[in-house]
């Protein structure tokens, strides 16, 4: 089975910090790994998505995530927070090949302040 | 494209009350998916559709139901509304399983009374 842990359910930074919101993950084989972020109201949207290949992982508007398989994390990381960024962030998780089920995790509200 | 649409947007059910959910996407995906979505609890998945005319269980199926009418469209049907099912749910659709991106809708916010 496979789990997604997010931690910290909020977190705040102010306008031009770095943001870092964490995410840890259990599988039993190599898996895939999003980052997805819902703004209010919304349906959720991809960030960036880590399969195989170059474990740094680029996505949309700035945000990077580094798979580590030693630490089975996948922490999500932007150098300098803007106020648009303020979203709830959901990491998740499915196993690779033809698995069928993407797990979330609970989601971290990032709060921008000005 | 449209993407994802849902229908309804809001709807508010008495208790014992039935509904159909609706999904449809226009992108030429394999495998739909309904989620519903829960303060602190992230999304779970509810059914899924990996390719047209089949269906499974995810995590939460008890008190739903799911058709996959053809390769466009995935209901999802509350028989008996229960207050326990006041949630907002969301309908996804994917190339195919695995590595590829799910797409979203932008969700259906259910209240049952």
């Known amino acids: 089975a496979q789990s997604v842990t997010q931690l910290g359910s909020h977190v705040s930074v102010s306008e031009g910090a770095l943001v870092l919101l964490r995410c840890n993950y259990s599988?039993?084989?190599?898996?895939?790994l999003f980052w997805y972020v819902q703004y209010p109201n919304q349906g959720l949207q991809l960030l960036l998505k880590?399969?195989?290949?170059?474990?740094l992982v680029k996505g949309i508007n700035g945000f990077e995530a580094e798979f580590k398989k030693s630490e089975t994390s996948f922490h999500l990381t932007k150098p300098s927070a803007h106020m648009s960024d303020a979203a709830e962030y959901f990491c998740?998780?499915?196993?690779?090949?033809?698995?069928?089920?993407?797990?979330f995790g609970s989601g971290t509200q990032l709060t921008v302040l000005p | 494209n449209a993407g994802v649409t849902q229908t309804p947007k809001f709807q508010v059910l008495k208790t014992g009350q039935s509904m159909t959910l609706q999904c449809a996407q226009d992108?030429?995906?394999?495998?739909m998916y309904w989620y519903r979505q829960d303060p602190g609890m992230g999304l779970r998945l509810i059914y899924y559709?990996?390719?047209?005319?089949?269906?499974d269980k995810g995590e939460v199926p008890n008190g739903y139901n799911v058709s996959r009418l053809n390769k466009r469209e995935f209901s999802l049907r509350l028989e008996s509304a229960a207050p326990s099912q006041t949630s907002v749910y969301f309908c996804?659709?994917?190339?195919?399983?695995?590595?590829?991106?799910?797409?979203f809708g932008p969700g259906t916010r259910l209240t049952v009374t």
């Open positions: 992108m030429n995906h394999n495998s």
């Open positions: 998740a998780v499915t196993l690779g090949g033809s698995a069928r089920q993407l797990t």
């Open positions: 599988s039993s084989v190599p898996p895939y």
């Open positions: 559709s990996a390719s047209e005319g089949t269906t």
């Open positions: 880590y399969t195989t290949g170059a474990t």
């Open positions: 996804a659709s994917t190339f195919r399983t695995g590595g590829d991106e799910q797409y």
